[in-house]
């Protein structure tokens, strides 16, 4: 931990010191390029700028991976990966990823504006996981032959840094109204990031000056063990960030503040996409003979895609037609729902193999269960958290837990309670103190245990 924070505050030195992060807002480009070209037509929305954002890593250091070192270190994974026995196996094997989601806030009350609900941050964890999984009977689930269940799962983190439990969730005034790039990175990626070695960094937030019509953007990874590179330089900015407007999903969760094209979580379906090697679906440029996303099973495409305009062919002489509903392309958040086998590939290699990707298999962060009854409390979650009068237990598929035990700081317990019925997943805390407490809910012979915190 120590050597962490130190590297962060040296680098945070550093990062004053470029003048690109001087008076951002005199600037008329976002990471010294202009994005408007990528702007939707109808709204002027600006839905990614991961690519960009790529770029002036890139020029900034020059110790960082070009595209064309990054493309050739895992297209070589790739071949080895699917030669190897081991590999082939580990591929059939579902891997989670632990998530913290910082929601960074100017001083607003839960729930209103920037500062979202805990139910509107379980709706898009609800989403990513639906989406990665090709999850039957949901939003992402398609019929498509190339269609991938990626085997990638998503929790909240229920351990935090120094070893405590945790929702997974953070919320920090930093006192500023809205954000911009410099800002995003000089200040408020380094001063509330988690070990980025151990958890997927979501920020959440209110975008303002040069992001002022972005959704979103993330972090490329980046090859372990790449030849003369130094793959450190910019861990203390690693993660996926989002515009508070576009996190969540009405449909589990209308009573956020979304924006009408992008209300659905596939902004940051995307943009965790990016964040596990993923390009643009259409390479990032308009020739339809050179640029890819170096997926065979996406069809050539020589523009990004808005709305849902089903039928597009952008590359006529090539096959396939425009792949609209993939997730990598720009179309409104409803009309996503593919990852390609591909796609999956690349996800997962990276997750084997780059640099602060493959550790967060291993960080124990999640305080996952191992056995098969972990099934039935995967979904498992408390609600609302923090809690007044009631603390609510929603579980999946009506699969009802066997019992739970809550405890307060001192360990103590303060319910016991064995569940015969809907009626005892309904807590009645209102004599509770104001304070954290633990609740351990039990299934066969496993258990999950959640904080919650009582106001």
Known sequence: MKKILTFKNATLALCFSLPMFINAQNAPKTFGKSITENANPENGIIRCISTEYEKFLQENNPNRAKDAQFESWINNKITERKLNAAGQ????????????????HNGDAIGSGENITDAQILSQIRVLNEDYRRAFNTPGYNEDLVGADTQIEFCLAQINETGQPTTGITRTNLGVSSWERAQVESYLKPETQWDPEKYLNIWVCRFGGDLSDVLGYAQFPQGSGLPGLDQSGFAFTDGVIISYQCFGSSTYYPQGSYNSSYNQGRTTTHEVGHYLGLRHIWGDGSNCTTNTDYCNDTPFSAQANYGCQFGIDSCPNQDGLDMINNYMDYSNDICMNIFTNDQKTRMRTVLESADRRASLLTSGVCGLLTTADFDALRETTVYPNPAQNELNISVANGEFPDSYVIYNTLGQTVANVKVSSES???????????????IKIFKGSESKTIKFIKN
């Not at 309904?426 to 104001?434: D, E, I, K, P």
Request: net charge positive; charged share 5%.
């Open 89 to 104: 196996k580990s591929s059939n094997a579902i891997v989670t990823i632990p998530v913290v989601v910082h929601v960074i």
């Open 424 to 438: 005892n997943l309904t807590v009645n805390t209102s004599g509770y103190a104001n304070g954290i407490y633990i």
